[in-house]
């Protein structure tokens, strides 16, 4: 079990929440570490929107409660009517993410005793306040990960991974099993790396300059997760077809394994190269190395069915993967040109920052 930021902010949310209704004199006090739990969030930013939503949400959701309460009375079929407005409200509203606590709001709000309900209400509504902002509190006080460091590890061990799996398949190496497990994996690791896309972006920048790098960045780093998925589909299908491909001439499948080599040798060399490990050849010269592979490739693939060394019907079926490998090659000659300029260009401010760290 992993004991990350995460868990203690969350611990520390709800502690704080607690003190802090207590000494305000807000009853229950539980119910602001309930608050703190669900307002608990990754990032600054999450953090500052959430602090929006729920008191909006909430807002909202004490406000319905009241009427109900005075109109039609707290029987459960009018709290259960309460809860199915106020869920439809918040989807109509686009702030799904506060639907559990704002019904959490009605129904704690709804169950107060009738004698003295709008002291109860406000105390309630007060009390889950307390809980979102103490998580906020937390938040602001802790520094969030540095989510372009995280971003750009996930994406490196991705592709490694599938890199390795990629050369086991080319050589009939990889254990069936194992690989269709880990495909599932891969694809939760490529889910990932999109999240910590989506932090990375939301991140907030204070200066003009700042903000002009991050968008390289952002560029650089849709791209490069983009490449990685074009890997991994390559993977998929060498799993579907590992015996169309046994079956083919020994000569095409060397040039597929070969060409691969290249291709996930080069993807790996772009990432070092974005972080300054490898020298910086010239987008021209790395595509050579790789370019004649993929003629040699293809042209023989062509001359297989022009001369009937293949039937049809394997060509068709192989024919899927080599569409794939040009893809692939295409994604990372944009990829290679994209790092390449982000270093040729704006020097002085085009900054790579990224930590070493052991990101899963």
């Known amino acids: 079990m992993k004991f990350g930021a995460r868990i203690f902010k969350t611990g520390l949310a709800i502690t704080l929440a607690l003190y802090i209704a207590t000494w305000l004199g807000l009853d229950p006090p539980s119910f602001a570490g309930i608050a703190a739990l669900f307002a608990i969030q990754p990032s600054i930013y999450r953090s500052y929107q959430t602090i929006i939503d729920q008191f ?17 009375g707290n029987q459960p079929i009018v709290i259960g009517l309460g809860a199915i407005i106020i869920i439809a409200i918040n989807i109509k509203l686009k702030i ?44 602001l006080i802790f520094l969030p990960p540095k989510y372009e460091t995280k971003l750009f590890h996930k994406i490196v061990s991705n592709t490694e991974y599938i890199s ?3 050369r086991l398949a080319t050589r009939n190496d990889a254990e069936h099993k194992v690989l269709k497990e880990n495909l599932i994996q891969l694809k939760e690791n490529t889910v990932k790396s999109d999240q910590y896309f989506l932090l990375y972006k939301e991140e907030r920048t204070y200066f003009k ?23 991994l589909a390559i993977l998929k ?37 974005y972080i300054g490990k490898v020298r910086h050849q010239s987008p021209e010269e790395m595509l050579n190395n790789v ?3 993929e003629s040699t490739l293809t042209e023989r693939y062509v001359e297989l069915y022009e001369s009937g ?13 080599i569409g794939m490998i040009i893809d692939y090659h295409d994604h990372l000659e944009h990829l290679d040109l994209l790092v390449d300029s982000f270093h040729s260009y704006h020097q002085e401010e085009n900054e790579v920052d990224i930590q070493e760290l052991h990101a899963k």
């Open 56 to 72: 909006q949400s909430n807002i909202i959701g004490a406000l319905l409660a009241v009427a109900l309460v005075i109109v039609f």
């Open 96 to 139: 799904e993410s506060t639907i559990p606590l704002a019904v959490v709001t009605v129904i704690l709000i709804m169950n107060a005793p009738q004698e003295e309900f709008i002291s109860f209400a406000t105390n309630r509504f007060l009390v889950i306040m307390v809980g979102v902002i103490s998580s906020s509190f937390v938040n």
């Open 164 to 166: 390795q799996w990629i």
């Open 209 to 231: 300059r700042k903000n002009l790098v991050k968008a390289r960045k952002l560029v650089l780093f849709r791209q490069m997760i983009a490449t990685t998925e074009k890997s």
């Open 237 to 273: 299908i060498l799993d579907q077809l590992d015996v169309k491909i046994l079956i083919m001439p020994d000569e095409v499948r060397k040039l597929i394994q070969t060409h691969l080599d290249q291709l996930t040798n080069y993807h790996e060399r772009i990432h070092l190269k």
């Open 291 to 293: 370019g004649t592979g």
């Open 309 to 321: 060394e293949c039937n049809r019907e394997l060509w068709m079926t192989i024919f899927p993967l």
